[in-house]
């Protein structure tokens, strides 16, 4: 099955800094690649997502690259405030009939002011 | 906030104990996947319904089961709780199981604590 593997496991950075994690995934059939954003006590809320006849999205400070000959993908945050610290998790599915997400072991960030 | 709701929202049980989740998705949504979330770690999928059947399933044991309703709001029942049960169950809605279409939304959990 899907294996997908996520780092770093923490960072921080300086708030206006920018943040990126990156992650790899094992099957080349998979096709569907969101991020979520998880802070304490909710549940993922998505944040940005990519499929795979296309090699880089944005959304004002976010933005996600596919690479799928090397089978991973990265999510870059730009000018990063204080509400962004969390948890992030990458995913990827197949999404044939339905999505089952495999998710990355998270990312939790904190923005330093 | 996305529309979708769990409830309860923290449940304690005892080892061998059964529970009842439950999910209601977004308005407009007909498929509801299920999601096991141990602490520190990324979410795992457990099984997913469209349109009242199941839709898919993770590597959880026949004790784990599901149901979907037809205004599709779903239940997930777990029987002869363990230990290892404790965690963060998550319901993800899509608006269909269509590729393009099939983009989760969850809710916010149900925290279930097994002693």
């Known amino acids: 099955g899907e294996n997908v593997e996520q780092h770093p496991s923490t960072l921080s950075v300086q708030e206006g800094d920018s943040a990126v994690i990156k992650c790899t995934y094992s099957?080349?059939?998979?096709?569907?690649f969101p991020w979520y954003k998880q802070e304490l006590g909710k549940g993922p809320q998505l944040i940005i997502d990519i499929r795979s006849n296309v090699g880089e999205k944005k959304d004002q400070r976010i933005a996600v690259t596919l690479n799928k000959t090397a089978k991973h993908f990265s999510l870059h945050i730009t000018e990063t405030q204080p509400e962004d610290s969390a948890v992030y998790f990458c995913?990827?599915?197949?999404?044939?009939?339905?999505?089952?997400?495999?998710f990355g072991g998270g990312t939790r960030v904190l923005v330093k002011p | 906030e996305t529309g979708v709701t769990q409830s309860p929202t923290h449940l304690i049980k005892t080892r061998g104990q059964q529970v009842t989740l439950r999910c209601s998705s977004q308005?407009?949504?007909?498929?509801v996947s299920w999601y096991q979330q141990a602490l520190g770690q990324g979410p795992q999928f457990i099984f997913q319904?469209?349109?009242?059947?199941?839709?898919g399933r993770g590597n959880f044991p026949p004790r784990f089961s599901g149901l979907q309703f037809p205004n599709y709001s779903s239940e997930l029942n777990v029987n002869a709780l363990e230990l290892d049960d404790s965690a963060l169950y998550l319901c993800?809605?899509?608006?269909?199981?269509?590729?393009?279409?099939?983009?989760?939304?969850f809710g916010p959990g149900t925290r279930l604590t097994v002693l």
């Open positions: 319904y469209y349109r009242e059947e199941e839709n």
């Open positions: 308005s407009g949504h007909n498929t």
């Open positions: 099957d080349s059939a998979s096709n569907y």
């Open positions: 995913a990827a599915s197949i999404g044939a009939a339905g999505n089952k997400l495999t």
């Open positions: 993800a809605s899509s608006p269909s199981r269509d590729r393009g279409r099939d983009t989760q939304y």
